[in-house]
């Protein structure tokens, strides 16, 4: 999906920062559908640059009484590379990890999950803000 970028944005609250976004991705897929986010990154052997699959995964359940997001689970089988996975609740980074080949596993609560290269979520934090965008939106950095 050619048309969205995967936006970090730092809180700048004592106003150090000038420039607090950071693009992470500019080749985003959405995973939209169960069996494209039960098949995730599965069989894949390598990435592309500036890569991110986005699943939209969690939000209340049908019951009327708001619970939250569920708890997501990640797993490497059949994933042939490392990756970083973030979890969101309504854009605001809960965890992220960095994911081996085959053998890592992840849960925490989430409505978004986010697999990227390996890397790419380095200077990531719990209670950063990550942003689905369109990527022909043209940004004023007075208003960020």
């Known amino acids: 999906m050619a048309d969205k970028r995967v936006v970090l944005r730092r809180d700048d609250t004592l106003g150090?920062?000038?420039?607090?976004?950071?693009?992470?991705?500019t080749n985003v897929?959405?995973?939209d559908s169960t069996l494209s986010q039960a098949k995730g990154l599965m069989f894949r052997s390598d990435l592309p640059e500036e890569f991110?699959?986005?699943?939209?995964?969690?939000?209340?359940?049908l019951l009327p009484?708001?619970?939250?997001?569920?708890r997501q689970f990640v797993h490497m089988l059949f994933v042939r590379v490392p990756i970083d996975v973030v979890w969101l609740v309504e854009d605001e980074v809960v965890k992220t990890k960095r994911m081996r080949p085959w053998r890592s596993f992840g849960v925490a609560k989430a409505d978004r999950i986010l697999e990227l290269p390996a890397?790419?979520?380095t200077e990531v934090s719990t209670g950063d803000t990550?942003?689905?965008?369109?990527?022909?939106?043209?940004?004023?950095p007075a208003a960020v």
């Open 29 to 31: 897929d959405v995973a």
């Open 16 to 25: 150090e920062d000038t420039q607090n976004r950071t693009v992470l991705a």
């Open 119 to 121: 890397g790419t979520a």
């Open 65 to 70: 009484i708001p619970r939250g997001p569920p």
């Open 130 to 140: 990550i942003v689905l965008e369109d990527a022909n939106e043209q940004q004023d």
């Open 52 to 61: 991110a699959l986005v699943m939209e995964v969690g939000g209340d359940g």
